[in-house]
């Protein structure tokens, strides 16, 4: 594997990138940023662009409610999850097994002190994994040691939004916490031996960056499987509703700073605007340095075709997850 991904570093041909990083109507400073990232990226990966078009399937432990009742979502997003609350946790997942699922996403809405409960549901967790031999990733919010050692016991993934901006916790979140307790948060599951996949959400104070920078430095402690870029979304019914999503050259700040910052690999959520905007960031998403996307929009695959990369399509799998090359 490492012979095949020097020779295809070796044979990548830069000059098509360049020249399509030129095109952009964008400063210079970008595209320098640009350039560089995406250099990096071939480093490590060479040719190869990971596309995820069916990710795991989102499970709420709590049905539609959530108390915090977030700013940016007001549990608008929880009733777009199969309802996993009282007791229909294992027949979902059943569910979805025999529909040849590889694995779920358990999530929901956030417990007093900020953390999602799946470490309440430990025991049918494990019959599921047991059972039905499903990866388990969670939403995992802030959780404490004892919170984390549960986890421990059937979690392969934990999904952490890290938020590194204490004001974006309070006014945005609604949680009497800090990015010190997303930091603390890591350091608990790594130490329990949890894979973590760093959350990093571009925009989510009001469109506007504040926090994302320092987010990724907190996720740099702790020898995270892979980043996750996942974009602001204004959606209807919800106090943000109005706001605009974050400049795509905000994005781009982000994506480029996490693509130098990392080794490993760094993945556009399917959490992301849609429409033309998806469109155009997609584009510069790849430009930029980032080796997945979650459910590409065209234009990722014709920036892809036009790049020489090497698209490979992982099948129902989250993007979090190390894939062979």
């Not at 250099?39 to 709420?60: T, Y």
């Not at 920078?213 to 980043?227: C, H, T, W």
């Not at 014709?302 to 099948?315: K, N």
């Amino acid at each position: 594997m490492l012979q095949t991904l020097i020779h295809r570093i070796m044979q990548f041909d830069h000059r098509r990138a360049r020249k399509m990083i030129e095109e952009l109507e964008t400063g210079s400073e970008t595209k320098a940023s640009m350039l560089a990232a995406f250099e990096r990226k071939v480093e490590l990966s060479g040719d190869a662009m990971f596309f995820f078009n069916e990710p795991f399937a989102p499970i709420s432990l709590t049905g539609t409610s959530c108390p915090h009742q977030c700013r940016h979502c007001g549990s608008y997003y929880l009733k777009h999850m199969l309802d996993g609350s009282d007791g229909k946790l294992y027949s979902q997942a059943a569910d979805l097994a025999q529909k040849g699922a590889k694995g779920i996403l358990l999530s929901g809405g956030s417990s007093g002190d900020g953390s999602v409960p799946s470490y309440a549901h430990a025991e049918v967790i494990k019959k599921i994994k047991q059972d039905k031999k499903l990866k388990i990733s969670a939403h995992t919010g802030i959780v404490n040691s004892s919170q984390a050692q549960v986890l421990s016991g059937f979690l392969d993934m934990a999904l952490v939004d890290v938020i590194g901006d204490d004001g974006t916790v309070h006014d945005i979140l609604n949680l009497d916490a800090g990015a010190e307790d997303y930091e603390r948060t890591l350091k608990e599951l790594s130490s329990a031996g949890i894979a973590l996949a760093p959350h990093i959400i571009v925009g989510l104070d009001n469109g506007k960056l504040k926090g994302e920078i320092r987010a990724l430095e907190i996720a740099k402690e702790f020898d995270p499987e892979a980043i996750v870029i996942v974009v602001f979304i204004p959606t209807g019914g919800t106090d943000l509703a109005e706001i605009a999503p974050p400049d795509i050259e905000d994005v781009v700040r982000v994506i480029t700073e996490a693509r130098m910052m990392f080794n490993v690999p760094l993945s556009l959520s399917c959490v992301r605007p849609g429409g033309r905007y998806r469109s155009t960031l997609d584009t510069y998403a790849i430009l930029s340095g980032i080796d997945r996307i979650a459910v590409p929009s065209r234009s990722a695959y014709t920036t892809s075709r036009r790049l020489g990369l090497s698209v490979i399509e992982v099948p129902k799998m989250c993007c979090s997850y190390k894939v062979s090359i």
